[in-house]
């Protein structure tokens, strides 16, 4: 089964955190610390694989973690580095965040190796801690917490040229004579629901990617049928090639599909509507001249050449009118924007924004009634305190004093059992 969407959990590595220990050999007196560092995390990094063409390997398998680190040990040992999570992805792969629905990255031109989350950095081990006046450090640095996203995860095929139309107008047949797809082909009243990609190879032209997009119904563009399974894969085309059942052999009126395929354009994205097109009026080998019918090509080209839109008839089994069709697309193309649609990026995790310079903040966070103080110097602070040892956690109380971080805490309005949080950890307020 095609898959063009996926849910994924994703998660980077922990740093190991920094070893406590001392020298003990006989004969040497007054060993010093030698406690090794924390191995830093293992990263969530997303690459393009050209081999692949559909998200399917992430429909069953949700959940993908990177390795930690391993903590420090004694002798200044260090942990070991938690190896990196590589998930491979096709290219035109576009990665959101979930909640949101913005977007984190597209795998897409050159931007082929991204690397999502980055993993904890390991903690210092107290051989770092070590001074003239503290000799024996009975503390060490935790390594940094690993990082977490759920992604949503969309495949929009690359492709220059579009080809859409009603279901069961040859969009499959046309796809399978002007290039190398072969799509499956069938007499049947049931739409082709997997996007196919052929190259098209022209003489003294320059060739394209053309996209059999899966066939439209009206009412698409608020998800009726296929509905965005469809439109999603028409979003990087430069050139759309509509495709109608001129001799209306399943009794549509192309014109009639022309304009709702039209309307569900612009209902789905006004820039796709505005893009180039070429009317395919098919199967012209099939139509009856009574003598009395317009003739339903004429018909077209009355409506749609005054509005710059070229009509061709043409005839995908016999392989009529294809030439032309064809090399007028390129000619569209030559005329495009060379630069590949690619979707900027909008949401931007915590770790990528730059760091403040300021030495602190505190602030109040609304959502989760917490109060929340970090930055660079109290990072530090933390890294260095051993909160677990009844020294350690007097030292971390004079710190927030000597700071002035109660009085702006005060200043905020903090009461007496409120939850002030520093860099995953949490503790209750009290004076």
Do not use: W
């Not at 000799?135 to 095929?157: D, N």
């Not at 069938?186 to 003489?203: E, K, S, W």
């Not at 909160?387 to 000597?402: A, H, R, V």
């Not at 002030?420 to 503790?427: K, P």
């Amino acid at each position: 089964m095609f898959a063009d969407r996926a849910k994924i959990y994703v998660r980077s590595g922990k740093g190991g955190d920094g070893h406590v220990s001392f020298r003990r050999e006989k004969y040497v007196a007054n060993g010093g610390p030698d406690g090794g560092d924390g191995g830093d995390g293992g990263s969530v990094i997303l690459e393009v694989d050209d081999g692949m063409n559909t998200l399917s390997d992430y429909r069953h398998v949700r959940k993908y973690q990177a390795m930690d680190g391993e903590n420090g040990k004694k002798r200044n040992c260090r942990g070991k580095n938690g190896d990196d999570l590589i998930l491979k992805m096709p290219a035109g792969t576009v990665i959101k965040e979930f909640e949101s629905g913005k977007i984190i990255t597209d795998l897409s031109g050159d931007n082929r190796r991204f690397v999502l989350l980055q993993g904890g950095r390991g903690g210092k081990g107290n051989q770092h801690y070590a001074t003239s006046t503290m000799q024996v450090p009975k503390y060490a640095q935790p390594g940094q917490p690993a990082r977490e996203l759920t992604l949503q995860l969309e495949l929009k095929v690359i492709a220059d040229v579009g080809l859409v139309g009603f279901p069961n107008v040859g969009k499959s047949t046309l796809l399978s004579k002007v290039s190398n797809a072969r799509p499956e082909i069938a007499n049947y009243h049931f739409t082709t629901i997997t996007p196919h990609l052929g190259v098209v190879d022209l003489d003294g032209a320059k060739g394209f990617v053309m996209a059999d997009i899966p066939g439209l119904i009206e009412g698409a563009s608020q998800g009726v049928g296929l509905g965005f399974e469809f439109l999603r894969h028409i979003e990087r085309t430069k050139v759309i090639i509509h495709m109608v059942d001129a001799a209306s052999t399943e009794g549509r009126d192309p014109v009639a599909d022309i304009y709702a395929i039209n309307e569900e354009l612009e209902a789905y994205n006004p820039e796709i509507a505005r893009r180039p097109q070429v009317i395919a009026a098919n199967k012209t080998d099939m139509i009856f001249d009574d003598g009395e019918t317009e003739d339903p090509v004429e018909r077209l080209k009355r409506e749609f050449e005054p509005k710059g839109i070229p009509v061709y008839p043409i005839s995908a089994i016999s392989g009529k009118g294809l030439k032309e069709l064809l090399y007028h697309v390129s000619e569209l193309l030559s005329k495009a924007d060379q630069e590949p649609v690619v979707f900027e990026q909008e949401f931007f995790p915590e770790y990528m924004l730059p760091v403040s310079d300021e030495p602190y903040s505190v602030t109040y966070d609304e959502d989760a009634n917490e109060y929340v103080v970090e930055g660079p110097r109290i990072e530090k602070m933390l890294g260095y305190t051993n909160l677990d040892s009844e020294k350690g956690f007097t030292f971390f109380q004079n710190f927030l004093k000597d700071n002035g971080i109660l009085d702006e805490l005060e200043a905020l309005g903090i009461s007496e059992g409120d939850t002030v949080r520093m860099y995953g950890l949490s503790f209750d307020y009290y004076k």
